[in-house]
């Protein structure tokens, strides 16, 4: 891994990552960094219910789906501020480490600021390509990050690469609403609201055809997360 700048980040991203929609520039200004923190619990209470999770709950949860433990390596794209990064850096210390990959410099920067620690470290880098050698991580996480990514799918496919074999995901998305019906109707909502919108079989096939097995989905109001263990 790079050494980190003056910003305290590594960055292997010689290029920025093409923005075709309002959410994702939203996601690379330094305004939008800053107003993440106490927008999304906000955003999280109407997605998924008002019986969502506060944050150390979600944390604590995810935490416990990848069976993470001190000297695991842990690798969460699409980090944005690493609230959840920092968190997995005390669950995997003293001997591990957590790093946290994302696309812009904002979140990253605001990352470093915030969810810092000895077991954490920070990258900048494709979430479609990303700088990892194959099998080197005992975890992955895309926590509400997958819907903003231009190729998906190939994401999944990048996050099963460089996991080790046995090893376990957590993805956390978007659920297209149950009124949509139709390819056409799927797509007039992505256009619209500048996010994909995932079918309840999508994320779930994907995985499956990639070799996971112990696939689980917990469905709650616009979102679904996705647990698997990698074959």
Known sequence: MPEPADHGYGDVLPYAPPVRSIAQRLMRTSGYSAVYQFGRPIARKLVTGSGAPNRDEDRTQVAEWLGLGSGSVVFDIGCGP???????????????????????????????????????????????????????????????????????????????????????????????????????????????????????????????????????QHVGGLSQTVTARKR
């Open 82 to 216: 690493g609230n959840f990064t920092g968190w997995f850096g005390t669950c995997v210390s003293p001997d591990g480490l957590a790093v946290g990959v994302d696309a812009s410099h904002a979140m990253l920067r605001r990352a470093v600021t915030d969810n810092s620690g000895p077991a954490v470290a920070y990258l900048r880098g494709d979430a479609e390509n990303l700088p990892f050698a194959d099998g080197v991580a005992d975890a992955v996480t895309c926590l509400a990050a997958l819907y903003l990514i231009n190729d998906p799918f190939r994401a999944v496919g990048e996050l099963a690469r460089v996991l080790r074999p046995g090893g376990r995901a957590v993805i956390l998305t978007s659920l297209m609403p149950g009124g949509v019906r139709g390819a056409a109707r799927g797509a007039v909502l992505d256009s619209v609201s500048g996010i994909r919108w995932f079918g309840r079989e999508e994320v779930i096939e994907c995985l499956a055809d990639l070799g996971f097995v112990d696939i689980e």
